[in-house]
């Protein structure tokens, strides 16, 4: 079947260590995006990447980075620049050759600064 | 500046209480409004993709109609398998790459 993986589900991290999530689609889409979603707020655009090697920070990059070198995966580090880290990451993906595309999302990753 | 509002914040059902929840937009030229259900702990699955006023989708006891302000996610006859978070979600015209996402409205369902 279809869709985003995301892994892992749960993540707990020690203040000033770096993490990695990762995020895989095998839906063929171009575009894919990282959010975060805190209690009570939208969700907030963090990076998207719409081709393989490029992509762009959205509204609360700093201290996030990622990378897209294949088309299938696209994963978000968490770095320790990044003051309030404990939330819940969704990653989503979308085909953009048509008049609009809807998201698809993964299943999240809840990551836990101790 | 794009913005999504969505109405209310919570919302308490009986079982077979029909019910609507609102989705408020401004946005600089909308290419679609989105509808998705959040279950708790997990990622958001899509429900239905709204393009122009007066279009309608449906599925099952949902309903999602759109005018040039707003989008309303009709609920008829409710169970509680239907309990989760309602997000609506735009994307603009001006910016192909951006979706701006309302913070939900809870529904919770009781038998």
């Known amino acids: 079947d279809g869709g985003i993986t995301q892994s892992p589900k749960y993540l707990f991290r020690k203040e000033g260590q770096n993490v990695t999530l990762s995020c895989e689609q095998n839906?063929?889409?171009?575009?894919m995006y990282w959010y975060r979603q805190d209690p009570g707020q939208g969700l907030r655009l963090i990076y998207y990447?719409?081709?393989?090697?490029?992509?762009q920070k959205g509204d609360i990059a700093e201290g996030y980075s990622v990378s897209r070198e294949k088309k299938e995966s696209f994963p978000l580090t968490v770095t320790s620049a990044q003051k309030n880290p404990t939330a819940f990451y969704l990653c989503?993906?979308?085909?953009?050759?048509?008049?609009?595309?809807?998201?698809?999302f993964g299943e999240g990753s809840r990551l836990t600064v101790l | 500046e794009d913005q999504v509002t969505q109405s209310p914040e919570a919302l308490r059902l009986q079982e077979g209480e029909s019910s609507s929840l609102n989705c408020s937009y401004t946005?600089?030229?909308?290419?679609?409004l989105f509808w998705y259900r959040q279950d708790p702990g997990k990622g958001p699955e899509f429900l239905f993709t709204l393009y122009s006023a007066g279009e309608e989708k449906e599925k099952e006891r949902l309903k999602a109609t759109l005018t040039k302000k707003e989008s309303f996610l009709h609920i008829t006859a409710p169970k509680p398998e239907d309990s989760a978070t309602y997000l609506c979600a735009v994307q603009a015209a001006s910016g192909t790459y951006k979706y701006i996402f309302g913070t939900g409205t809870r529904l919770k369902v009781l038998a």
């Open positions: 839906l063929n889409h171009d575009a």
């Open positions: 990447s719409q081709i393989v090697n490029d992509f």
């Open positions: 946005v600089s030229g909308l290419r679609g």
């Open positions: 989503a993906s979308t085909w953009q050759g048509g008049k609009t595309g809807e998201l698809f």
